[in-house]
């Protein structure tokens, strides 16, 4: 059965409102607002409805009303303020703090409980809509969760088909993507200028896999050649950043942030802002900042890698080599950024290392 409250400190008031449901309904009552306010605390979950005097000893209306706000309560119980003083002044207080009506003494019994029957239907009706509205929204997050896991992981697929034309680097592709969120990360907290939000930095590392697609289309023999590459070979190999661009434009959505953020890393991940990076050889502020962390990210991950020509550095050694411009030119906010990240980067790689043995 569902349980009204009536707040009163005038016995016949509360009286005269008891008899207009106590056949329909379970019926508190209290004589002002403190002990309004305890009734309330130990019945909250079953209270339908509250009818709530404003001029009270103790605490008052709108004391209590404060309270109901204060513990969220206002969005599930409805409460009609009774009052004797019918002034515009009173109507707006009371609407102010959160009553949902207002009515005047002396009661009228089928106005008073016509309205509230009214009330208690409306505020039913909308908890309904929520609880089902929450229910479907927690599906469509869950099938969002689902189809980010699928993506990530034919991301991850397609990354490492791209690096080495099977799928060994996987551990390559995740580092990546780890190194990626980790550094910028970093920039959104240090650097607020460039706008990055979570949201932007999860889109960013996911689309970081695909750095290397342009791979696809390199000749084996020059991908896994047992040396360092001839000035041939290393112009080949430059090509992949333009042929991973073409690969994508075939899948292109307009205004697709996702889209921009895979063209642009695909281009542009191995630009150095003094100019001498390929392949267009970008200038300081004109390559983005994202571009910059999968940069430092794939040289980072590619010097503590075995590869077929050369044994794997320690982290020590591979963060001294980028920080001493070996691995070229970054601009300050990234190295600043690199320099912050050291420590999580290294234990990407030690925790990796550890769960292998």
């Known amino acids: 059965m569902q349980t009204i409250l009536i707040v009163d400190d005038i016995e016949i008031n509360r009286e005269m409102l008891a008899s207009f449901y106590e056949e329909q309904y379970n019926i508190l009552e ?4 403190e002990e309004a306010i305890s009734i309330i605390n130990e019945n909250k979950k ?3 409805l509250i ?10 209306g709108i004391d209590v009303l404060i309270y109901l706000r204060g513990a969220g309560l206002l969005d599930c119980i409805p409460v009609i303020m009774i009052t004797g003083e019918a002034t515009e002044e009173t109507d707006m207080k009371a609407y102010e703090y959160g009553a949902a009506d207002v ?4 009661f009228t019994e089928k106005i008073v409980t016509k309205r509230a029957m009214n009330l208690m239907e409306q505020f039913s009706s909308r ?29 991850d697929a397609l990354g490492s088909v791209a690096e080495f034309g099977s799928l060994e680097s996987a551990s390559h ?3 990546i993507k780890s190194f990626t969120k980790i550094l910028l990360g970093h920039v959104k907290a240090n650097y607020p200028k460039y706008g990055l939000s979570d949201r932007k930095i999860y889109l960013i590392s996911q689309a970081s896999a695909l750095h290397d697609i342009g791979k696809i289309a390199i000749p084996a023999e020059i991908l896994k050649a047992p040396r360092k590459l001839t000035a041939d070979g290393f112009n080949e190999i430059k090509k992949h950043t333009t042929n991973g661009c073409e690969i994508i434009l075939r899948f292109q ?30 200038v300081g502020n004109e390559i983005p900042i994202y571009c910059e962390a999968v940069a430092i ?10 590869r077929v020509y050369q044994n794997a550095v320690t982290c020590l050694e591979a963060y001294e080599m980028i920080q001493n411009g070996e691995c070229g030119a970054f601009s300050d906010v990234m190295m600043n950024c690199f320099k912050m990240a050291k420590s999580e980067l290294f234990m990407v790689v030690e925790t990796e290392k550890t769960d292998m043995n």
Not at 51 to 60: G, N, V
Request: proline share 3%.
């Open 30 to 33: 209290a004589a002002d607002g």
């Open 46 to 48: 079953d209270i339908s």
């Open 51 to 60: 009818f709530l005097d404003l001029i009270m000893p103790k605490k008052d």
């Open 103 to 106: 009515i005047y003494k002396p």
């Open 127 to 155: 908890e309904k809509k929520e609880t089902e509205s929450r229910i479907r929204t927690s599906d469509v997050f869950e099938s969002i969760e689902q189809l980010a896991s699928m993506n990530e992981f034919l991301l």
């Open 173 to 175: 592709i995740k580092r």
């Open 253 to 282: 959505m307009a205004d697709n942030e996702f889209f921009k953020y895979c063209y642009n890393i695909c281009r542009w991940h191995h630009e150095k802002i003094d100019g001498k990076g390929y392949p267009d050889g970008l």
């Open 297 to 306: 990210a794939d040289c980072f991950e590619t010097l503590v890698r075995n």
